[in-house]
């Protein structure tokens, strides 16, 4: 992949503020995975594991909150590629440097497949249903 190709553009909008800027720190961070510079990508990749693991938490406290009827599956989606991530981790550290490639690769189409629709669903639900969440800002729609 060319280096810095893939970036946030309104394609990723939900229209829901809070989610909307949590998703352009995580393409930031996701696209900074295709520099081609292997001495620093597992530090790089920590960060976007770090992001994920907070990204991923603030929509699960919502979905908790709205009580969002495919929840399960969504926080499955979200633990599913958690994984994948610290499996490349381990492995690149072990030597399996084109693993890093390939994740750089093929986690901007997960991103968008995942924005696509369960972030969409949870986005338009939350938009739908404000009095539910415990934090008011977080019910304001962009
Ligand atoms: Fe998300
Ligand atoms: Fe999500």
Redesign the pocket.
């Known amino acids: 992949m060319e280096q810095n190709s893939w970036g946030w553009s309104d394609r990723l909008s939900l229209s829901y503020g809070p989610?909307d800027e949590?998703?352009k720190e995580?393409v930031e961070l996701c696209a900074a995975l295709s520099e081609d510079n292997p001495a620093t990508f597992v530090s790089r990749l920590d960060a976007l594991i770090a992001h994920s693991i907070e990204?991923?938490e603030q929509?699960n406290r919502w979905m908790a909150e709205t009580a969002f009827p495919p929840a399960g599956c969504h926080r499955q989606e979200h633990e599913a590629v958690l994984e994948v991530m610290q499996e490349v981790r381990r492995r690149v550290e072990l030597g399996e440097l084109d693993l890093a490639t390939r994740l750089a690769e093929e986690l901007p189409l997960w991103f968008e497949h995942?924005?696509d629709t369960?972030?969409n669903m949870l986005a338009r639900f939350m938009a739908s249903n404000p009095e539910k969440l415990m934090n008011a800002d977080q019910a304001q729609p962009a």
């Open positions: 989610m949590t998703h995580f990204h991923f929509e995942h924005v369960m972030d």
